[in-house]
């Protein structure tokens, strides 16, 4: 009987352990469940979703944020969202194995994105920054430039930080050390809100899977003169010229710093990183300058060609020994300016062009020559800015096309897109980035053709030549100016990308030699009616004493306000370029004149407003005013910048002189 008691007691102990096993199993399922359950919906749904699918939603985001018909709250929202999503896409394994153009692109032109490798003890750490330009539409004239890095050491392991939110800087460069402090990241590029960019440097440490900003403390230096630099906690540093010349920045061979220079190569400035984490700044003198003024065998005279409503200013070549080239040189710039702007058939029906120039490189080689000016058509809302250039081979006696001088290729255009060229106007800076690789290669090689009416040669692309830099002007939309500049250095310009070496051997920068302005007879009283309220006696840098003089004319059967210097006999010695205000009919007299350095270059310059007849502003008995700006050169030439005057008006800082004084001043302006 024992036995069979021993057997319950087992077989009840068998399904208690049964009970326990099963009800651990249940537990266990349950458990799972649980954990299953608390996972969100939309994360398993994200993980679900492929790369590529994920890349072209994004890319559909970034469309309403550049959609200017999309209400402004909309198009904020969704750029948060772009920048979020964007940096969640980066640690992607996928994303790496794009290239930098194909990202580029696949973004529509709004990015910037540098890639390099970095040997770091034993392992090789792959690093790529990208910049992210949000839309000036809605961000402001400055920009806002987003800055991302993504770091991996296999494919396997990806990692992605937002660096900069919303700053003004862009980034064209980069250095990966290590240090005493571990892994540094040092930026270099440019800061956007002034103009021209000053550069700036900013150092970041890597911790754990973190970037961080760190301040740069620098040994106390004397810096060069005119040079600026501006120290804050936990910023970039910024060095900036007092002259406001172009600055360009770049890593040094050995990858341990930063060489910065100005425009003119004269004098740099080397900012150094040392393993201990300690920073240096030496400022470099060149030994042997690259620039070297030019014994020119010629000289330019003007000539004017005035008809139907038509004006057109334009250079002619004087004292060239050689008749025969002479005549063949004068006849190609006679043609290129006229060719196909007298010829509109509508001008007989009121139809106004008006067209100066300005001489943009002289030399013994080159003769760039940049037309600039107006259409107007009776009863039309504006004028359209019209732009064309006319480049010479002195040598050659021929026209030189941009094509002639660089490949216009894919480098090319990755190069204008770098963030290496300069809008001439800095609230033109962002419009570059609207032109996809594919329309600049077909715009710009075939640059520099001047064909049918002034309608059409407003919406064709030029190039020109300076003394250190050759520039491009891409037509664009009436209310961003019709018409936008941006200007590379030659020194910024690969070997590879460059057509005719031959040319290129006297490309090298030149020293602007002084403008020789041929002075003209004696003021005609009987066209110009002067103003002696707003005429004075003053010195100009580089003309001494002399006599600023107000009149006002008709010109063309259209009444304007036009401004010369002449010396004591009354002779003219300059004839300022046309006055902006003229663009619009009806004159009711000059309200102010007044005489200041403007950009601080040391040069006095001209401001100007006049009152426009009350017919044709906003009140039949309320004249409205116009301002405008004439700039001293370094070669006592004046210049305007049309698209600063359209902006001084169109936001209402043209009511007083000190309007117009405060609103310049916070502009960085250079026109030398």
């Given at each position: 009987?024992?036995?069979l008691?021993?057997g319950?007691?087992?077989y009840?102990?068998?399904?208690?352990?049964?009970?326990v096993?099963?009800?651990?199993?249940?537990?266990?399922?349950?458990?799972?469940?649980?954990?299953?359950?608390?996972?969100?919906?939309?994360?398993?749904?994200?993980?679900?979703i492929?790369?590529?699918?994920?890349?072209?939603?994004?890319?559909q985001?970034?469309?309403?944020?550049?959609?200017?018909?999309?209400?402004t709250?909309?198009r904020?929202?969704?750029?948060?969202?772009f920048?979020?999503?964007?940096?969640?896409l980066?640690?992607?394994?996928e994303?790496?194995?794009?290239?930098?153009?194909?990202?580029?692109?696949?973004?529509?032109?709004?990015?910037?994105?540098?890639?390099?490798?970095?040997?770091?003890k034993?392992?090789?750490?792959?690093?790529?920054v990208?910049?992210?330009r949000?839309p000036?539409?809605?961000?402001?004239?400055?920009?806002?430039?987003?800055?991302?890095?993504?770091?991996?050491?296999?494919?396997?392991?990806?990692?992605?930080?937002?660096?900069?939110?919303?700053?003004?800087?862009?980034?064209?460069?980069?250095?990966?050390?290590?240090s005493?402090?571990g892994?540094?990241?040092?930026?270099?590029?440019?800061?956007?809100i002034?103009?021209?960019?000053?550069?700036?440097?900013d150092?970041?440490?890597?911790?754990?899977q973190?970037?961080t900003?760190?301040?740069?403390?620098?040994?106390?230096?004397?810096?060069?003169?005119?040079?600026?630099?501006?120290?804050?906690?936990?910023?970039?540093?910024?060095?900036?010229?007092?002259q406001?010349?172009?600055?360009?920045?770049?890593?040094?061979?050995?990858?341990?710093?930063?060489l910065?220079?100005?425009?003119?190569?004269?004098?740099n400035?080397?900012?150094?990183?040392?393993?201990s984490?300690?920073v240096?700044?030496?400022?470099?003198?060149?030994?042997?300058?690259?620039?070297?003024?030019?014994?020119?065998?010629y000289?330019?005279?003007?000539?004017?060609?005035?008809?139907?409503?038509?004006v057109?200013?334009?250079?002619?070549?004087?004292?060239?020994?050689?008749?025969?080239?002479?005549?063949s040189?004068?006849?190609?710039?006679?043609?290129?300016?006229?060719?196909?702007?007298?010829?509109?058939?509508?001008?007989?029906?009121?139809v106004?062009?008006?067209?100066?120039?300005?001489?943009?490189?002289q030399?013994?080689?080159?003769?760039?020559?940049?037309?600039?000016?107006?259409?107007?058509?009776?009863?039309?809302?504006?004028?359209?800015?019209?732009?064309?250039?006319?480049?010479?081979?002195?040598?050659?006696?021929?026209?030189?096309?941009?094509?002639?001088?660089?490949?216009?290729?894919k480098?090319?255009i990755?190069?204008?897109?770098s963030?290496?060229?300069?809008?001439v106007?800095?609230?033109?800076?962002?419009?570059?980035?609207?032109?996809?690789?594919?329309?600049?290669?077909q715009?710009?090689?075939?640059?520099?053709?001047?064909?049918?009416?002034?309608?059409?040669?407003?919406?064709?692309?030029?190039?020109?030549?300076?003394?250190?830099?050759?520039?491009?002007?891409?037509?664009?939309?009436?209310?961003?100016?019709?018409?936008?500049?941006y200007?590379?250095?030659?020194?910024?310009?690969?070997e590879n990308i460059?057509?005719?070496?031959?040319?290129?051997?006297e490309?090298?920068?030149?020293?602007?030699?002084?403008?020789?302005?041929?002075?003209?007879?004696?003021?005609?009283?009987?066209?110009?009616?002067?103003?002696?309220?707003?005429?004075?006696e003053?010195?100009?840098?580089?003309?001494?004493?002399?006599?600023?003089v107000?009149?006002?004319?008709?010109?063309?059967?259209?009444?304007?306000?036009?401004?010369?210097?002449?010396?004591?006999?009354?002779?003219?010695?300059?004839?300022?370029?046309?006055?902006?205000?003229?663009?619009?009919?009806g004159?009711?007299?000059?309200?102010?004149?007044?005489?200041?350095?403007?950009?601080?270059?040391?040069?006095?310059?001209?401001?100007?407003?006049?009152?426009?007849?009350?017919?044709?502003?906003?009140?039949?008995q309320?004249p409205?005013?116009i301002?405008?700006?004439?700039?001293?050169?370094?070669?006592?030439?004046f210049?305007?910048?049309?698209?600063?005057?359209?902006?001084?008006?169109d936001?209402?800082?043209?009511q007083?002189i000190?309007?117009?004084?405060?609103?310049?001043s916070?502009?960085?302006?250079?026109?030398?």
């Amino acid at each position: 009987m024992n036995y069979l008691k021993d057997g319950r007691i087992f077989y009840v102990l068998l399904l208690l352990c049964s009970f326990v096993v099963l009800n651990g199993c249940v537990k266990e399922h349950s458990s799972s469940k649980v954990e299953a359950d608390r996972v969100p919906p939309l994360q398993n749904k994200a993980e679900a979703i492929p790369y590529s699918n994920k890349l072209d939603a994004l890319v559909q985001t970034l469309r309403i944020v550049d959609d200017e018909n999309m209400d402004t709250d909309v198009r904020q929202n969704k750029l948060q969202e772009f920048t979020q999503e964007f940096n969640l896409l980066l640690s992607e394994p996928e994303s790496v194995e794009m290239k930098d153009g194909e990202l580029v692109e696949k973004f529509d032109n709004k990015l910037t994105v540098l890639t390099k490798s970095f040997q770091l003890k034993n392992e090789q750490l792959n690093v790529r920054v990208l910049n992210f330009r949000a839309p000036n539409t809605l961000t402001g004239t400055i920009g806002s430039k987003y800055t991302f890095i993504q770091w991996w050491t296999t494919k396997q392991l990806i990692h992605a930080q937002m660096l900069g939110d919303g700053g003004p800087e862009l980034t064209t460069d980069f250095v990966v050390r290590d240090s005493d402090h571990g892994i540094q990241l040092w930026l270099g590029g440019y800061v956007s809100i002034y103009h021209p960019d000053p550069v700036f440097v900013d150092l970041w440490e890597l911790s754990g899977q973190k970037w961080t900003q760190k301040r740069i403390v620098i040994d106390k230096m004397k810096l060069p003169d005119l040079w600026e630099l501006n120290e804050d906690v936990n910023e970039p540093i910024i060095f900036e010229n007092r002259q406001h010349d172009t600055m360009g920045i770049e890593v040094l061979d050995h990858g341990d710093g930063f060489l910065i220079n100005r425009d003119d190569s004269e004098q740099n400035i080397i900012i150094k990183f040392s393993k201990s984490g300690e920073v240096r700044i030496d400022s470099e003198h060149s030994i042997t300058s690259n620039t070297h003024i030019e014994q020119q065998s010629y000289e330019l005279i003007q000539e004017k060609y005035s008809e139907n409503g038509i004006v057109i200013k334009y250079p002619q070549i004087t004292k060239l020994k050689d008749t025969a080239k002479r005549k063949s040189l004068n006849q190609i710039l006679k043609n290129e300016a006229l060719k196909g702007l007298y010829k509109d058939g509508d001008f007989d029906s009121g139809v106004h062009v008006e067209i100066d120039y300005e001489i943009k490189r002289q030399s013994e080689r080159f003769l760039s020559v940049q037309y600039a000016g107006i259409r107007y058509v009776k009863d039309a809302a504006y004028p359209n800015h019209m732009f064309y250039t006319t480049n010479l081979d002195m040598k050659q006696a021929s026209k030189l096309r941009l094509s002639d001088l660089i490949k216009v290729e894919k480098p090319f255009i990755e190069l204008i897109k770098s963030g290496k060229i300069t809008a001439v106007q800095p609230e033109q800076k962002g419009l570059i980035g609207d032109f996809t690789k594919d329309d600049l290669i077909q715009s710009l090689a075939s640059a520099d053709v001047t064909e049918g009416s002034p309608v059409e040669a407003g919406m064709e692309s030029f190039s020109y030549l300076t003394s250190d830099s050759l520039g491009i002007s891409v037509p664009v939309a009436h209310a961003v100016g019709d018409h936008a500049e941006y200007e590379i250095r030659f020194a910024q310009i690969p070997e590879n990308i460059k057509q005719n070496k031959e040319l290129w051997s006297e490309l090298s920068p030149v020293v602007e030699q002084s403008v020789s302005t041929v002075g003209g007879g004696k003021l005609d009283s009987d066209q110009y009616s002067i103003d002696e309220e707003q005429s004075f006696e003053i010195n100009f840098e580089g003309w001494g004493h002399v006599k600023f003089v107000s009149t006002d004319a008709m010109i063309e059967e259209v009444s304007g306000n036009y401004f010369f210097l002449l010396d004591k006999q009354n002779y003219i010695l300059y004839s300022f370029p046309k006055f902006y205000g003229n663009n619009w009919p009806g004159r009711d007299g000059l309200a102010a004149v007044a005489f200041k350095d403007m950009n601080k270059d040391g040069l006095k310059d001209v401001v100007i407003i006049a009152y426009v007849d009350a017919g044709a502003g906003p009140s039949i008995q309320d004249p409205f005013p116009i301002a405008g700006i004439y700039f001293q050169k370094k070669n006592k030439t004046f210049t305007t910048l049309p698209a600063l005057d359209q902006a001084i008006n169109d936001k209402g800082h043209n009511q007083t002189i000190k309007d117009v004084i405060q609103y310049a001043s916070k502009q960085r302006i250079n026109v030398n």
